[in-house]
Structure formats: structure tokens, C-alpha cells
């Protein structure tokens, strides 16, 4: 697949370019299957064999009093328990699913950034799904067998949200330490059944529920955010560890005892050196310079992604069964 396919293969009839400028952390897209293809193979017994090699499985449910909840658990529970009536999540299926980590690694070519893309996968029952919630990263839903009803925002409630929020029930707003969430009023969200081959966009910070029409096993492309402040803080702080002032310890005391004028001198001219230091390094920062960094850190991964590629390849090439494909003994 070549790394255009890769991305347009999502986003058919609307056009990469479109998609972009209108949609991409903005606003929510529903687009209707109509005959859509995965790029890749895939059904319910290909999610059962990933799980042994996914991040992590979870078993998803509502308790008594109808919240959302969640529990780890292994791969080879998942059957019963996904028989018992509960959904079950996979993180990262790229992992164990050669198909999707050829797909996603065409996909990062063609979505040049400083993050990656994962796939995880969900299996659920009829009657099941996951209460309301949103994410810190835009998802693409890929509905591969059965149906799932999806109520969703249309634009974001929190732009850029730093972490993921699931809605406790029965609280008129949600504080964290960056925003205030308020309560999201469903009666205003967009309903959608995904159909196999439709495909959902949300963007980072948009809220959604969902539930299984009926049996629904469906795939979420998750994209992996990179804040343009911690991009930047995490070169201040890589090149402020090569000096001796950026990596002085803090110094200690003892508890029991009153602060000292001593021990908050000694203090004070850590956080000096420090400060020092991170200003000559953010002084000599430009955008340019910063520019010049992420494109160096993307071509990388895009070498790591080719070596690996070709390395995968010789190896399939040497096997016991490409030498009785390839005539030798």
C-alpha cells in the first residue's frame, strides 16, 4: 500500500486536503460505507489471536448504578467473559497483527508528525458498549462486523484536552487542574448506527457514547498527541542536562528541623543555575531551529519503520518455508 492509499483509504469521497482544513481537530465526520474495503483483513478471530501480544486487554461494563467501568484482564479470558455479555478492549493490535502494523506504518508515512498511530480493537456484545466519554486524541472508528449506535458532539468540548475524561454521573461539572469540564447535554449530540465499512472521526476532546446494535466488532485508530510545549520542554530539558548547572540536585534537610537561611540560600542558587541555564538554551531556540529538530525526528522514525520493514522481509525470505518455496532444500 502506498502511504497516499494508506490515508485516503479513510477518508473516501472526501479528499486528504479537505479533510484537513475542515475536520482534522475541529469537527466530527461520519462517513457512510458504501462498499469501503478495510485496507487490511481482518475479523473476529484475528482479534482473538492479537490479544496475546496487545498492551493491554480490558473487559468494559456498567455496574448497578449504570457508570462506566473497566478491568484488565488476560488474553485468554476474553472469550468467556466476552460470551458472559461484557465488551471487550484491545490496545495496540499492531502488536499482534502483521496486516495492521504494515497499515499504520504506511499511515505514518503519509501523516508526517512527531507522534504515532495505534490500532485498538473492540468486541462487543448486543446491548453493550461504553458510557460517555472523550479522549485526548483524535480516533478514526472503522466498524468491521455487526453495528454500533454512536451519539457524539459535533465539535469539541475541550480543545487539545490533556487526558481522557469519562463523565461521572450525577455532577453538574468536572474540575481538573487545567480546565473545568461541564456536564455534556446528550440531547445535543449527533446519532449514527456505524455499518461495516463506515468510518467516524472524532477529534481529540469530542465526547461520544456507544452501544452495540447488535453483536459489533469494530476498530478505533487512535492517533498519539504531542503537545508543541512538551515538544519544546523536552529539548530544554535534554540540552540543559549537558551542563553541569541544569542537572544540579536540590539540596535536602532535615524535617524536624526549622528552615534554615542556609539551607534556603543553597536552595535559591540551585533554581539560579537552573534558570541560567534553560534561558541561554531558550534564547538560542527559534522556530526555525525547532522545525528543524521535529523534521529530523520524523525522518528517523521513517528509517527506523523502512529498516524494520526490510529487515522483516529477509527474514520471511530465509524461513524454512520461503526456501521450499524458493526450490532449495
Excluded at 481522557?164 to 447535554?185: C, E, G, K, S, T
Amino acid at each position: 500500500m502506498t502511504t497516499s492509499n494508506a490515508f485516503e483509504s479513510l477518508l473516501a469521497p472526501v479528499g486528504s486536503r479537505e479533510f484537513l482544513a475542515t475536520y482534522w481537530e475541529r469537527r466530527s465526520l461520519y462517513l457512510e460505507g458504501g462498499g469501503r474495503r478495510l485496507p487490511f483483513s481482518f475479523g473476529r478471530n484475528d482479534f482473538f489471536a492479537a490479544l496475546e501480544d496487545c498492551l493491554m486487554v480490558k473487559a468494559a461494563f456498567r455496574n448497578e448504578k449504570g457508570q462506566h467501568r473497566e478491568s484488565p484482564i488476560s488474553a485468554d479470558q476474553a472469550p468467556k467473559l466476552f460470551d458472559a455479555g461484557l465488551s471487550i478492549c484491545a490496545a495496540q493490535l499492531e502488536n499482534g497483527n502483521a496486516p495492521i502494523r504494515a497499515f499504520l506504518d504506511a499511515l505514518e508515512d503519509a501523516v508526517m508528525q512527531a507522534g504515532v498511530f495505534h490500532m485498538n480493537g473492540y468486541l462487543s456484545p448486543a446491548d453493550k458498549g461504553f458510557g460517555v466519554h472523550f479522549d485526548n486524541h483524535s480516533v478514526w472508528i472503522l466498524q468491521v462486523e455487526g453495528c454500533k449506535q454512536w451519539l457524539f458532539s459535533e465539535e469539541p468540548e475541550v480543545p487539545y484536552p490533556v487526558t481522557n475524561l469519562i463523565y461521572p454521573l450525577r455532577r453538574p461539572a468536572f474540575r481538573l487542574p487545567w480546565y473545568q469540564v461541564p456536564r455534556p447535554d446528550t440531547k445535543t449530540f449527533t446519532e449514527v448506527v456505524l455499518e461495516p465499512g463506515d468510518v467516524l472521526y472524532l477529534p481529540a476532546g469530542a465526547w461520544h457514547e456507544t452501544r452495540a446494535s447488535e453483536y459489533s466488532l469494530s476498530l478505533t485508530l487512535a492517533q498519539e498527541p504531542v503537545y508543541g510545549a512538551q515538544f519544546i520542554t523536552d529539548i530544554l530539558k535534554a540540552n540543559s542536562l549537558r551542563k553541569v548547572a541544569g542537572r544540579r540536585f536540590l539540596p535536602g534537610r532535615l524535617a524536624e528541623r526549622p528552615t534554615s537561611e542556609d539551607f534556603e540560600e543553597a536552595l535559591k542558587e540551585v533554581f539560579e543555575d537552573c534558570l541560567a541555564t534553560l534561558r541561554k538554551t531558550l534564547d538560542g531556540m527559534t522556530a526555525e531551529k525547532l522545525y528543524q529538530v521535529w523534521k529530523a525526528q520524523v525522518a528517523g522514525k521513517q528509517k527506523a519503520r523502512q529498516k524494520a520493514r526490510a529487515s522483516s522481509a529477509a527474514s520471511a525470505n530465509t524461513s524454512p518455508q520461503a526456501a521450499v518455496l524458493n526450490g532449495k532444500p
